[in-house]
């Protein structure tokens, strides 16, 4: 055997690897649900390729191809898109919301610490959670949306119609047909 044979025999085996390597890529990624694997496995594909060679070979969408390409271009092969991160609220903010729920004009303590085991007193808040960030956007200069109030309520702060919270009524006028 000549060595030009020798070298084409060794290129056609690497050629045949290549095209079963190529479709355990693609094979892999029709497999896949989550997204961000996909967009991983579409790195994978040889820098020469087009977007529409890459999205006929896969099944991809433009859209899916499009992130591949960007990924790739930031992180290089099996590079993984920035996470998001949102707003991060300060301790002092943190702080500042809990003491809100705590306050006695928003809410009052419940009778029977005693029954209580973890030593928190259980309060009952006087507003609903929507009124509760509404009177915080008033009172408050703090900037803070609805779902951040209401991840931050204090688990001892229970809402109006949770279990222990049966009161008599002290308005005006339950008082006079109790007298």
Same mark, same amino acid.
Request: proline residues 0%; glycine residues 14%.
């Given at each position: 055997m000549s060595r030009q044979n020798m070298a084409s025999k060794g290129m056609n085996t690497e050629l045949s690897d290549y095209v079963v390597r190529m479709n355990e890529i693609k094979r892999k990624f029709n497999d896949e649900n989550n997204r961000e694997k996909r967009i991983q496995l579409l790195t994978l594909a040889p820098h020469s390729w087009s977007r529409e060679k890459i999205m006929t070979f896969f #099944? %991809?969408? &433009? @859209? &899916? /191809? @499009? &992130? !591949? /390409?960007? /990924?790739? !271009? %930031? &992180? #290089?092969?099996? #590079?993984?898109r920035p996470k998001r991160q949102g707003r991060v609220i300060s301790e002092a903010t943190k702080s500042l919301i809990i003491q809100f729920f705590e306050d006695d004009s928003a809410s009052y303590c419940l009778p029977g610490k005693k029954d209580v085991l973890n030593g928190r007193q259980k309060r009952l808040l006087l507003m609903n959670l929507k009124e509760m960030h509404h009177e915080w956007k008033r009172t408050c200069n703090l900037k803070c949306d609805f779902s951040t109030i209401a991840t931050l309520r204090p688990a001892h702060c229970i809402l109006a119609g949770a279990s222990a919270t049966h009161t008599p009524c002290v308005c005006a006028w339950s008082i006079r047909t109790l007298s």
């Open positions: #099944g %991809a969408s &433009e @859209r &899916e /191809v @499009r &992130e !591949a /390409v960007k /990924v790739k !271009a %930031a &992180e #290089g092969i099996l #590079g993984t």
